[in-house]
């Protein structure tokens, strides 16, 4: 029984059970044509089967229309139906909260395919990390998580996860993210910071307490005490003008309208987005490992890129990451010095060169893998510099990623591989790649400022 919403011509089948339909019939047609949910009740006023609507007149009264009565199960559910109560909502967001937790709490005999609390969708919340990430989910945590659901439908409630992110501004990846490590505070958040629907904990910016204090209030809502959370708010934000922290102030004040004009977000599963593009740095290791057969997790990882200072001067940059996360302490710049012109190979064959020399002459340890930003030139260029140099075991396990597909060289192989473009292994060497890149022209433009103004 879908709970689409629709302007089904209604009538009257006539059968044996005239007198109970016909004043459920009669309670239908009286409904407000408002967002609520609705619950039908059989002739001992036990509840049989609990819906939501965005228009409550005209959902009831599909269950009374002709091609209905076609289907087996609503023909049975409208036999035994003798009274219609419902609960008017502010909105569609709003009625399929209610709902969940209606038939959670009455577990309707006719909502009984929600039992299967593995199949359906559920809203879950994780109770143990510094900062909780909100998850849709079909298979439950048993421990650890507030679970609300479940719900009839997975599309509307991954259109309501992103309507309340835009308003709560929690994340939703699976980042183990530990704010007593400032590594974090270098790690690049991913595109739903950029557009303010996440306040970006995987870079710290914001404490523990003041997301905790933002999911307080999340669940409040889902619990269904929107004016209480709306009432904090504006407590907040009186309190932020008077110390006249007016940006504060205004934040809250657009928080407060969106709460209150929720009802105004149209159909919940036009709502739901794509994943937004993150890196979960355990899994993208644990990726390479895998793709890559190495003996063991890589835990270093150094990317490097060559950039050209208006074709004339050749810089380089070397980024470190470590655990997947990015070391700034770690990063490099190098002014190319025994190669003239633009030669992206022989600048890379003299910074790879220079890194892994003086880290023999330091008795330092190898990095994990080395990322060359490039095609097949820079990886061979690369290997060339280790060869000329002798470095000896263990080496650093040496690829290059090329923009334009994506494809990632690997040494002995003459074709490159083509990993999984939703893969996380791909991402984290991605924004190796990136990182190195930024670097990269940031010194390049710092050099350009440098000879335009004599600095």
């Known amino acids: 029984m879908a709970d689409t919403d629709d302007n089904t011509q209604t009538e009257l089948p006539a059968d044996g059970h005239v007198h109970g339909r016909l004043s459920a019939y009669a309670e239908a047609r009286e409904l407000p044509t408002e967002p609520g949910v609705y619950l039908m009740k059989d002739s001992q006023g036990r509840v049989i089967y609990v819906g939501k609507a965005v228009n409550l007149r005209s959902r009831v009264l599909s269950y009374f229309s002709s ?13 035994e139906i003798d009274h219609i109560d419902h609960i008017p909502t502010d909105s569609e967001v709003d009625a ?3 709902e969940a937790r209606l038939i959670k709490d009455i577990q309707p005999k006719f909502n009984t395919d929600l039992k299967d609390d593995k199949t359906f969708p559920y ?4 109770t143990n990390e510094d900062f909780p990430r909100i998850e849709f989910t079909r298979k439950p945590e048993t421990k650890g998580v507030k679970l609300y659901g479940p719900f009839t439908s997975a599309g509307q409630l991954r259109g309501t996860i992103t309507v309340l992110q835009k308003i709560f501004r929690f994340r939703t990846c699976t980042l183990d993210i530990d704010e007593q490590d400032e590594r974090w505070r270098w790690f690049r958040p991913c595109l739903l910071a950029s557009i303010n629907q996440c306040t970006a904990p995987c870079n710290l910016r914001i404490s523990q307490e003041d997301y905790k204090r933002d999911i307080a209030r999340l669940r409040m809502f889902l619990d269904g005490k929107k004016a209480k959370v709306i009432k904090e708010l504006q407590a907040e934000m009186a309190a932020a003008s008077k110390e006249l922290k007016f940006e504060k102030a205004a934040r809250l004040r657009d928080d407060i309208k969106a ?3 929720i009802h105004l977000r149209g159909d919940l599963e036009q709502h739901a987005q794509p994943e937004a593009f993150y890196v979960d740095p355990k899994k993208g290791l ?14 270093v990882i150094e990317g490097m890129d060559i950039a050209h200072l208006q074709g004339g001067e050749t810089v380089a940059s070397l980024v470190q990451f470590i ?9 490099k710049r190098f002014k190319i010095k025994t190669v003239d012109g633009v030669d992206d190979f022989g600048s890379m064959r003299e910074v790879v060169s220079r890194r892994l020399r003086r880290l023999q002459q330091e008795h330092g340890k190898f990095p994990d893998i080395l990322l060359i930003d490039g095609g097949k030139g820079q990886l061979n260029a690369a290997l060339g510099a280790m060869e000329t140099i002798g470095v000896t075991p263990p080496p650093p396990f040496v690829i290059s990623l090329a923009k334009r597909e ?13 990993l999984s473009r939703h893969s996380f292994a791909l991402r984290l060497l991605q924004y190796v790649r990136d990182e190195s890149h ?3 022209q940031h010194y390049h433009h710092i050099l350009r400022r440098k000879s335009t103004f004599g600095e």
């Not at 644990?286 to 835990?299: A, D, T, V, Y």
């Not at 655990?323 to 990063?331: A, E, M, N, R």
């Not at 994506?406 to 083509?418: D, M």
Request: zero cysteines; proline letters at 8%.
């Open 323 to 331: 655990d997947g996360l990015p070391f700034k302490h770690g990063y």
């Open 286 to 299: 644990k990726g390479l490992q895998k793709i890559f057969q190495l003996p063991e997790m890589p835990r």
């Open 259 to 261: 709460l209150e004009t």
């Open 438 to 440: 930024r670097f990269a």
């Open 96 to 98: 399929l909260l209610l």
């Open 123 to 126: 809203l879950q919340i994780t």
């Open 406 to 418: 994506e494809e990632v060289y690997v040494p002995g192989e003459s074709e490159p591989r083509k």
């Open 67 to 79: 091609q209905a009565a076609v289907e087996r199960r609503t023909a049975e559910l409208v036999k």
